[in-house]
T-cell receptor
Framework: QKEVEQDPGPLSVPEGAIVSLNCTYSNSAFQYFMWYRQYSRKGPELLMYTYSSGNKEDGRFTAQVDKSSKYISLFIRDSQPSDSATYLCAMTLSGNTPLVFGKGTRLSVIA | GAGVSQTPSNKVTEKGKYVELRCDPISGHTALYWYRQSLGQGPEFLIYFQGTGAADDSGLPNDRFFAVRPEGSVSTLKIQRTERGDSAVYLC????????????FGNGTRLTVT
């Protein structure tokens, strides 16, 4: 079992839909949780950064962390074609320890 | 300000050759990381520097891989006797040394070993 599991998709949704992306993990010691967006032939770009459990909202994006279930989610409201990318979840034990990534979910938002 | 810069953006080399990949972190970022990303996979950790020293090199796959950061800024990832299985995108990332500071990535070097 990999430390971080993420469904690779692909996921295709119509413009304006609410998108739900999620990851599960096995190491209960993870404390910091991130979502990165990666466009083709580009590096990962940080979208959301959360410490421990709870919700965080930034514009159309909401990140949720449920440490009791070892489950994290990213919601995208009013999805746009420009949201089409691969979304990577990542997590780490402490600030300096290396991030562990999921495989990424490829999302297509169709106009 | 400028982000993490990686050069070259693409590198094609023959099996058995030596390659060097360069990373310029964001100014003031003391921590620097190298990751490798294969097609359809998430980035996998290789090595992490805090300042000039390698704080964790547990992700380096074997002794053909080596990285340096002699002045605590620019870093070079060196691969000896390249193999076709080394083909991947090599990503560099940097962050401030604070515990709550996030990681910022460059666009990577796409290495192809023929």
């Amino acid at each position: 079992q990999k430390e971080v599991e993420q469904d690779p998709g692909p996921l295709s949704v119509p413009e304006g839909a609410i998108v739900s992306l999620n990851c599960t993990y096995s190491n209960s010691a993870f404390q910091y949780f991130m979502w990165y967006r990666q466009y083709s032939r580009k590096g990962p770009e940080l979208l959301m950064y959360t410490y421990s459990s709870g919700n965080k909202e930034d514009g159309r994006f909401t990140a949720q962390v449920d440490k009791s279930s070892k489950y994290i989610s990213l919601f995208i409201r009013d999805s746009q074609p420009s949201d089409s990318a691969t979304y990577l979840c990542a997590m780490t034990l402490s600030g300096n320890t290396p991030l562990v990534f999921g495989k990424g979910t490829r999302l297509s938002v169709i106009a | 300000g400028a982000g993490v810069s990686q050069t070259p953006s693409n590198k094609v080399t023959e099996k058995g050759k030596y390659v060097e990949l360069r990373c310029d972190p964001i100014s003031g970022h003391t921590a620097l990381y190298w990751y490798r990303q294969s097609l359809g996979q998430g980035p996998e950790f290789l090595i992490y520097f805090q300042g000039t020293g390698a704080a964790d090199d547990s992700g380096l796959p074997n002794d053909r891989f080596f990285a340096v950061r002699p002045e605590g800024s620019v870093s070079t990832l060196k691969i000896q006797r390249t193999e076709r299985g080394d083909s991947a995108v090599y990503l560099c990332a940097s962050r401030l040394g604070r515990d709550d500071s996030p990681l910022h990535f460059g666009n990577g070097t796409r290495l192809t070993v023929t």
